[in-house]
């Protein structure tokens, strides 16, 4: 069982950067694959960024590449997504989620942080 918690979510301008942050709990943390979601009002979830298992490759959204980076501390039960140059379009809750199998939807998922940038 893996318990994630989010947080560093907030208000900012357009143009401003964000760091959130999702500690996990429970074991072996290095060996599950970890990614960062988000739903906008009216829209459906999407992925944002991945990183696999024991700190490899990562993954983006073409809307954030170039702007958002994800990592991991595995020593710290932490995923990062270092989110820069902040548009209105990225407002939205930010979910992060851990699978060791194929697909997120059956993983772990926390209970989102919000991020608002305005105009």
């Known amino acids: 069982q893996v318990q994630l918690v989010e947080s560093g979510g907030g208000l900012v301008q357009t143009g401003d950067s964000l760091r959130l942050s999702c500690v996990a709990s429970g074991r072996a943390f290095s060996s599950y694959a970890l990614g960062w979601f988000r739903q906008a009002p009216g829209k459906e979830r999407e992925f944002v960024a991945g990183?696999?298992?024991?700190?490899?490759?990562?993954s983006y959204a073409d809307s954030v590449k170039g702007r958002f980076t994800i990592s991991r501390d595995n020593a710290k039960n932490t995923v990062y997504l270092q989110m820069n140059s902040l548009n209105p379009d990225d407002t939205a809750v930010y979910y992060c989620?851990?699978?060791?199998?194929?697909?997120?939807?059956?993983?772990?998922w926390g209970q989102g942080t919000q991020v608002t940038v305005s105009s």
């Open positions: 989620a851990a699978k060791r199998g194929t697909d997120y939807d059956s993983g772990y």
């Open positions: 990183i696999s298992s024991f700190g490899g490759g990562a």
